[in-house]
């Protein structure tokens, strides 16, 4: 299982990114995909999640309503839109993969991790 994130960057409050996660060596709809951040000094939190057996998707109260999690599965690729974006969002985000498949907002869920984007929001 091999994990790829991209679409990190430097935007201002109120901007937006679309953050990708293309998987490799494992078809991701046997998975579920999770969005997990961590800032500096502190610990790493679930952000969005994905179950491919069913689709449904879960948000961390924190990013509702402004982020959206999609899949391309013929593509292997996991997608985190992300608007109205806060400088409190600003952290390292990784994209995990769950073999059970249903983990949610839990990273010790999860059993094959990225290598992180950071995202930076200015104020």
């Known amino acids: 299982v091999q994990l790829v994130e991209s679409g990190g960057g430097l935007v201002q409050a109120g901007g937006s990114l679309n953050l990708s996660c293309a998987g490799s060596r494992f078809k991701f709809i046997d998975y579920a995909i999770g969005w997990f951040r961590q800032a500096p000094g502190k610990e790493r939190e679930g952000v969005s999640c994905i179950h491919h057996s069913d689709g449904s998707t879960y948000y961390a109260d924190s990013v509702k309503g402004r982020f959206t999690i999609s899949a391309d599965n013929a593509k292997n690729t996991v997608y985190l839109q992300m608007n109205n974006l806060k400088p409190e969002d600003s952290a390292v985000y990784y994209c995990?993969?769950?073999?059970?498949?249903?983990?949610?907002?839990?990273?010790?869920?999860?059993?094959?991790w990225g290598q992180g984007t950071q995202v930076t929001v200015s104020s």
């Open positions: 995990a993969a769950d073999t059970g498949g249903w983990g949610t907002l839990d990273p010790d869920e999860f059993d094959a």
